[in-house]
């Protein structure tokens, strides 16, 4: 039977992957695509750094133009990240009659109507499961196999960096800075960690889930998010007291008024399969109005799981699946209109976990407690621990009397809305007694 060749644009990491994987798992993917596949080219800048796979001879090149002009390659992964060149480099194959399979979620979160557009209008396709959650197949889950059900909600931890820090400073107590330094050593990490603790890979991620299981276009960068850099060792303690872990948790959430987008660090209560998720790995809960509830779980990153979900793709559009679900599911699209509007962040209700640093004097309670009633905002549970020195000296600008220490006081709300708890927050950080710093969870239970 007559093979199939395809091309590897980007020798990174993914594209070490899934070199190997074609090159010593041939016969495997040959019964899975129904003929051999060939890979004929492996296309990167930098022909000469050294590399964790060995290519034959004359497969690694520096010239895409071999792999546009050549009619006998049908599909290229293309594996580069960013947004540039990548994006121009994928118009450009698109352009040349090539299908496309892609890991890069920040190329798809930034671009992706103009991109599947050009390539619905050119006939080809473009495959994305790598894009989302590793290893994890959630792009064809919710895609294919739920596509009998309106999506009702998902909630996800799509960043296993943020979530091996957070393990490690909820089961060893290691200090924010020392965990990071830790993940950068195990390799979870780049050296700039920005884009996964402060939220930004996860609110990429979620865009595109977000698209897929609604039909929302809504940019990344307008998905609210708090990264993990302002939580410390003291709250995962308090939220064990309470019975949660803590997560970076991204949420996307039908209701009345609108799609619920966000993501923050989430206290999760203790049990549920969500909190229960350890290291560097992801989870994704998702709830159909059919199935009810369905959960992925497994590493969302890494060479080998993120090149078996690129070569499953490569496998789908050789045989021809991808081009019927591309066509089909009509995702990302400039001339479309858009189906769904996210709601207004400030009325989105939930319960929280404010901690704030305040000094022990009398009447403390009772003004932050004003402040909150004040905003509609009543108090489920509390904890405040005494300052190890006492006193009795009075404020000299006319507050609370004042002890000699300071103290963590941690607040349960009830259910409020996100524009009343933000606006309490303000408020009680202006009172002469609170110091800076503090902190503001989302609680799911």
Not at 427 to 434: D, G, M, R, Y
Request: aromatic share 4%; hydrophobic share 40%.
């Amino acid at each position: 039977m007559q093979s199939v060749k395809v091309a590897i644009v980007g020798l990174g990491t993914i594209g070490s992957g899934v070199a190997r994987l074609l090159l010593q798992q041939g016969d495997r993917i040959a019964r899975h695509a129904g003929r051999p596949v060939e890979l004929a080219y492996v296309v990167d800048k930098d022909t000469r750094r050294e590399r964790n796979v060995t290519l034959p001879e004359g497969l690694l090149i520096d010239d895409l133009d071999r792999v546009i002009h050549d009619p006998e390659v049908k599909a290229v992964v293309q594996v580069i990240g960013g947004v540039e060149p990548a994006r121009s480099i994928m118009l450009r194959l698109l352009e040349g009659g090539k299908d496309i399979v892609t890991a890069n979620k920040a190329l798809l979160a930034e671009c992706g109507p103009e991109l599947f557009d050009r390539a619905r209008q050119l006939g080809r396709s473009i495959a994305f499961e790598a894009s989302v959650g590793g290893g994890i197949p959630i792009i064809t889950g919710i895609g294919q196999c739920l596509s009998a059900n309106q999506i009702e909600s998902i909630h996800a931890i799509l960043n296993g960096t943020s979530n091996f820090i957070l393990t490690e400073m909820d089961q060893k107590g290691t200090e924010y800075a020392n965990a990071v330094a830790e993940a950068q050593h195990r390799g979870y990490a780049e050296a700039d960690p920005t884009m996964d603790v402060d939220g930004s890979d996860a609110a990429q991620k979620l865009s595109i889930l977000a698209q897929l299981a609604f039909g929302a276009r809504v940019n990344w960068r307008a998905i609210p998010r708090i990264g993990i850099d302002t939580v410390q060792v003291v709250d995962l303690r308090f939220a064990r007291q309470f019975g949660y872990h803590v997560k970076l948790l991204a949420v996307a959430e039908m209701v009345p008024e609108g799609l619920e987008l966000h993501v923050a660090p989430t206290l999760v209560r203790h049990g549920t399969p969500l909190a229960e998720v350890r290291g560097a790995y992801n989870a994704i809960r998702v709830v159909g109005d059919a199935v009810g509830k369905v959960f992925f779980h497994g590493l969302g990153a890494g060479q080998n799981p993120t090149a078996s979900a690129v070569v499953a793709d490569l496998i789908d559009t050789i045989v021809g699946r991808t081009a019927i679900t591309f066509k089909n599911l009509d995702l990302w699209s400039d001339v479309r209109e858009e189906q769904v509007s996210p709601r207004d962040p400030a009325k989105i209700p939930g319960r929280f976990y404010l901690r704030f640093h305040v000094d022990d004097c009398l009447g403390a309670m009772a003004e932050i407690a004003g402040v909150l009633g004040g905003c509609g905002i009543s108090i489920a549970s509390l904890i405040q621990h005494e300052a190890p020195e006492q006193g009795s000296d009075p404020k000299p600008n006319g507050g609370p009397k004042s002890n000699s220490g300071t103290v963590p006081l941690v607040i349960m709300t009830h259910n409020a809305r996100e524009g009343d708890i933000r606006r309490a927050v303000e408020q009680i950080e202006a009172l002469p007694f609170v110091h800076p710093g503090s902190v503001r969870l989302r609680v799911r239970d």
